[in-house]
C-alpha cells in the first residue's frame, strides 16, 4: 500500500520561504515521476513542480525562478523548496506520485491524471 505524507506547511509573510517534504511508504521514489500540486479554495488544483526519471523537471510558470522541487533517494523523500512567497500560493499543497513505467513528456508532468498516488496536503497561508 503506497502512502504519501506531506509536511513542512505553515504560516509565513510574503516573501518568506518554506520547505514542504514528502515521504513516500510502499514507493520508490526516483523510478518515476512524482509532483506538487495545490489547490487553492473555489479554485481547480494546479500542478507546481514535477521530477523523476520518467519525466523532465518541470515548473508551472508562475512559480519558475521562486520554487525549487528535488528528491533524496536515500530518505525516499521529495521535496519542494518555496521562496519569495506570495499571497497567491495560498494554499493546499499535495504531493503525487504516479506509476507510468513509460517516460511522460510535455504539460503530463503537471496534470493530476499522470499520477495515481497523493497525499493528505500540507497547508501554505502567504499573509502580511
Known amino acids: 500500500q503506497v502512502q504519501l505524507v506531506e509536511s513542512g506547511g505553515g504560516s509565513v509573510r510574503p516573501g518568506g520561504s518554506l520547505r514542504l517534504s514528502c515521504t513516500a511508504f510502499?514507493?520508490?521514489?526516483?523510478?518515476?515521476?512524482m509532483g506538487w500540486f495545490r489547490q487553492a479554495p473555489g479554485k481547480e488544483r494546479e500542478g507546481v513542480a514535477a521530477i523523476g526519471s520518467l519525466c523532465s523537471t518541470t515548473y508551472a510558470d508562475s512559480v519558475k525562478g521562486r520554487f525549487t522541487i528535488s528528491q533524496d533517494t536515500s530518505k525516499n523523500t521529495l521535496y519542494l523548496q518555496m521562496n519569495s512567497l506570495k499571497p497567491e500560493d495560498t494554499a493546499m499543497y499535495y504531493c503525487?506520485?504516479?506509476?507510468?513505467?513509460?517516460?511522460?513528456?510535455?504539460?503530463?508532468?503537471?496534470?493530476?491524471?499522470?499520477?495515481?498516488?497523493w497525499g493528505q496536503g500540507t497547508q501554505v497561508t502567504v499573509s502580511s
Open positions: 503525487a506520485a504516479g506509476r507510468r513505467s513509460y517516460y511522460i513528456g510535455g504539460g503530463l508532468p503537471l496534470a493530476a491524471p499522470s499520477y495515481d498516488y
Open positions: 510502499g514507493y520508490t521514489i526516483g523510478n518515476y515521476c
